[in-house]
C-alpha cells in the first residue's frame, strides 16, 4: 500500500486503483491474465473518469453567468488528485472536492466520490455526485475503462464481439472535430452482436445515445479464452472507442452525457445531456465488470 496506488483483493482477483484520478489501472484474474490495458504510446491512460464534462465543449469554453472558463476535453476529474477515503482488503473509496483550481474550470461546488469494490466474480464501481453547493449543479459523468484487445495473445482481433443484452437498431451517433453530429448513422449492430474490427473507428467512437441494454459481453466469437462483461445502472448512454491505427485495447464506456452538439452556442446549464442536481442533493451511477475464462 502507498500514497499513489491501492490493491484490493478478493479470494480470485486482484485490482490496483490509483489517487491520481481515482483510476483503475489493472484487473487480474486467479491466472494472471490482464483485462485492462496497461497504458502506453498509443493512449497513455487505463480507465479515466469523465467528469464534470463527456466529450467536449465548442472551443473547449463553458458559460455561467457571463463568465467564460476553459474546460478541455472530458473535465478535470482524469488529472486530479482524489484524497483517499477507505482503504480495505476487498473495497476502497477516492473523494474529490472542489476548490480553488476547480471553481476557476467549473464554477460549482460539488464532492464526486468513487468507490471500488471487488468480489470473486467482478468488480463494482459506485460513483456519487454531491451538490454541497447552493445552487443546481449541471454536470455529466461517465466511464473510460479501455481492455485488452485482444484479451488472450495470439488472437486476431477481429475473432472478437461486443454481445448486448437486448437487439440495438436506434441510430448511433458520430462526432466531428469532437462534437455530436446532428445527424445519425445507422446502428453496426447486428441484432444484439457487434462483430470488432479496426475499421469501426475511422470515425471515431460510436455513441449510442438510445441504448436499450444494460448490459453488454466482450469475449472471442468462438473458441476458449478470457471474456467480461459490463453492466451498469444510472448511465443512459454508452460510448465504444478504439484507435484504428492497430491499438491493441477496446473501451467501453457508460456515459450520462456526451459531447456538445455541434451548433450549441448557449449557457452550459442548457447544454443537452446534463444532469441537473439540487442544493444538497446527489446522483449516483454504478458499473460492473464481470470477468472469467471458458
Not at 485490482?15 to 485492462?36: M, P, R, V
Not at 471515431?204 to 466482450?218: G, L, T
Not at 477496446?250 to 443537452?272: N, Q, T, V
Amino acid at each position: 500500500m502507498t500514497d499513489d496506488t491501492h490493491t484490493i483483493r478478493s479470494s480470485t482477483l486482484t485490482a490496483t486503483i490509483k489517487a491520481q484520478g481515482a483510476e483503475l489501472c489493472s484487473l487480474k484474474d486467479g491466472d494472471g491474465t490482464e483485462f485492462i490495458w496497461q497504458a502506453g504510446p498509443a493512449w497513455p491512460r487505463h480507465a479515466p473518469l469523465l467528469f464534470p464534462i463527456v466529450g467536449r465543449l465548442a472551443n473547449d469554453e463553458l458559460r455561467h453567468r457571463g463568465k467564460t472558463c476553459r474546460m478541455t476535453q472530458h473535465g478535470f476529474a482524469r488529472d486530479s488528485r482524489f484524497a483517499w477515503g477507505t482503504r480495505e482488503e476487498s473495497r476502497c473509496t477516492l473523494v474529490l472536492d472542489d476548490s480553488e483550481t476547480t471553481r476557476a474550470l467549473y464554477p460549482f461546488a460539488f464532492r464526486l466520490t468513487a468507490g471500488y469494490a471487488l468480489d470473486e466474480s467482478g468488480l463494482d464501481l459506485t460513483l456519487t455526485i454531491a451538490n454541497t453547493g447552493t445552487e443546481t449543479l449541471p454536470a455529466s459523468l461517465g466511464g473510460h475503462p479501455a481492455f485488452n484487445w485482444p484479451l488472450q495473445p495470439g488472437k486476431v482481433k477481429e475473432s472478437y464481439a461486443l454481445t448486448f443484452a437486448s437487439p440495438e437498431s436506434s441510430p448511433v451517433r458520430r462526432l466531428d472535430g469532437g462534437l455530436l453530429r446532428a445527424e445519425t448513422e445507422p446502428n453496426p449492430v447486428e441484432g444484439t452482436v457487434l462483430p470488432l474490427s479496426e475499421s469501426l473507428f475511422a470515425d471515431d467512437a460510436i455513441i449510442f445515445d438510445r441504448i436499450e441494454s444494460k448490459s453488454v459481453r466482450y469475449a472471442a466469437r468462438q473458441g476458449a479464452g478470457p471474456w467480461l462483461k459490463m453492466s451498469w445502472r444510472g448511465f443512459r448512454e454508452l460510448g465504444v472507442w478504439s484507435k484504428p491505427s492497430g491499438a491493441p485495447f477496446l473501451c467501453i464506456e457508460p456515459w450520462r452525457g456526451y459531447a456538445s452538439p455541434a451548433g450549441f452556442d448557449g449557457e452550459f446549464s442548457d447544454k443537452p445531456g446534463l444532469m441537473h442536481i439540487a442544493p444538497g442533493a446527489e446522483e449516483q451511477l454504478s458499473y460492473r465488470v464481470e470477468v472469467g475464462s471458458s
